[in-house]
């Protein structure tokens, strides 16, 4: 999934308890601080916080979040067709989740236990950056809610920018 994060943008993000908000920015492939902005209310429409708000969100909010920005995406399920029932995978670890049930073309946007993250392939992204799945500090925390985002077609993701992936696994050396 390509997104537009600035290197101002990520420092920002690396610096607070955030992972909703930029779990959202990486979903709706937009930058941190317009995902930020949204959230601490500067836009119209936007939630409203007091300014000892420091980044944490809850799932209603971060649905919010996603619907703002025009996110497509859906309750996972363990079958493609549009009928199937949602799969209930909560209470299993993230790891089990990668591991057993996510398909690794497929972007999901995870809530485990006190935290957001985006899960593809084996790759997990958080306020740390992209990480593999065996290297990740939340791969024993349990599931409550899981989103698969619907990809944008490939001509608006090539408009995008590098992937973020990509990008900050070049900053570490991985790639």
């Known amino acids: 999934m390509a997104i537009k994060l600035t290197i101002d943008d990520w420092e920002f993000a690396q610096k607070r308890p955030c992972c ?77 989740f990668i591991c057993c049930a996510a398909n690794p073309a497929t972007t999901y946007f995870v809530i485990t236990t006190g935290h957001a993250q985006i899960v593809q392939g084996s790759m997990i992204m958080d306020q740390k950056g992209p990480t593999k799945l065996g290297d990740y500090w939340g791969g024993n ?25 990509d990008y900050v696994l070049q900053q570490k050396g991985v790639k």
């Open 20 to 96: 909703g908000v930029l779990a959202t920015a990486v979903a709706a492939q937009t930058t941190f601080k317009e995902a930020w902005a949204y959230f601490l209310g500067i836009q119209p429409g936007a939630i409203r916080y007091s300014g000892r708000w420091k980044g944490g969100l809850t799932l209603a909010e971060i649905e919010a979040g996603l619907k703002n920005f025009g996110v497509q995406y859906r309750e996972f399920r363990w079958d493609d067709a549009e009928h199937a029932p949602p799969a209930d995978v909560a209470g299993k670890s993230l790891r089990w």
């Open 141 to 165: 925390k349990k599931i409550k809610h899981v989103w698969q985002i619907i990809e944008a077609p490939q001509a608006a993701l090539d408009t995008l920018g590098l992937p973020l992936f």
